[in-house]
Nanobody, 125 residues
Framework: QVRLMESGGGSAQAGGSQRLSCSFS????????MGWFRQAPGKREGVAVI??????GYADSVKGRFTISRDNAKNTLYLQMNSLKPEDTALYYC????????????????????WGQGTQVTVSS
């Protein structure tokens, strides 16, 4: 059974940076497409996606500020968040799917098979 566990959330000032991590266990990590989602009151948004070959896609709201990466040797997914804004405040989830491969955009929630429990990011102005 695949398990995902996020870490690295917390409080930050606007303009600051944070890095989220997501540890993957239970299957062959390199065979999965991975992504980050966020949930704020009244809004759920796919943030970034990374394919098995490292190709990445981003939501327009984070493009140029956030970077998704993966370390297949460590079975870990990362989200480097720079130039944080108060509107980035949300519960951030990582997600995994063994079949998805379209990197033209960040896919919607129904695509993903596995989810982590989430980590809160709060950005103050």
């Amino acid at each position: 059974q695949v398990r995902l566990m996020e870490s690295g959330g917390g409080s930050a000032q606007a303009g600051g940076s944070q890095r989220l991590s997501c540890s993957f266990s239970g299957d062959n990590y390199s065979g999965y497409c991975m992504g980050w989602f966020r949930q704020a009151p009244g809004k759920r948004e796919g943030v970034a996606v990374i394919g098995r070959d490292g190709t990445a896609g981003y939501a327009d709201s984070v493009k140029g500020r956030f970077t998704i990466s993966r370390d297949n040797a460590k079975n870990t997914l990362y989200l480097q968040m720079n130039s944080l804004k108060p509107e980035d405040t949300a519960l951030y989830y990582c997600a995994a799917d063994p079949s998805y491969s379209d990197m033209r955009g960040v896919p919607g929630a129904p695509v993903w098979t596995y989810w982590g429990q989430g980590t809160q990011v709060t950005v103050s102005s």
